[in-house]
């Protein structure tokens, strides 16, 4: 009996063991992470575009409007919009969907100090009174049916 015990203890402890992982690290030097980084920010600074489900709002066009396209891909889909602000003022909002009409509108709007507001419409009126960064959520209405799918437009334009 002791003889076969001995083959399964010694068949259960080496099964149970964990594999090694031989994942190698590799090092870069600070500046090298730096300089991506930076590389980053500038692509991103040059125009507004949808990462994700964030649209990064940091280029104002000839207007000085904030423009960039999004997408909704799925039901419970949502696009945040985010975007600095540094001037007390009225923001103005406008989502126009690329069929003409569709089930999508601004849900909330996010202060810096994290108090909300919302829903709204595909129109979007706010007086700001804070500087910081605001986040805009784009959805569909749950109100309504036929949820949308597709591209749409977003316009910011903050009145002082």
Known sequence: MKFFLMPLLFLFFFSCQQKENKNTVVKT???VMKQRHENNTEE???????IGDTIFMNFKDDKGLFTAEGSLDSIPSRVYVKFKNDDTGELN???TPSTGKGNVRFNQIIFPDKTSD???GIDLKVPIQQKG???LVIGHSQMADNPFLGTFKVELEIKK
């Open 118 to 120: 919302g829903p709204f």
């Open 133 to 135: 960064t605001y986040i």
């Open 93 to 95: 909002g406008k989502i």
């Open 44 to 50: 991103n600074s040059k125009e507004n575009k949808q």
């Open 29 to 31: 030097s600070q500046p």
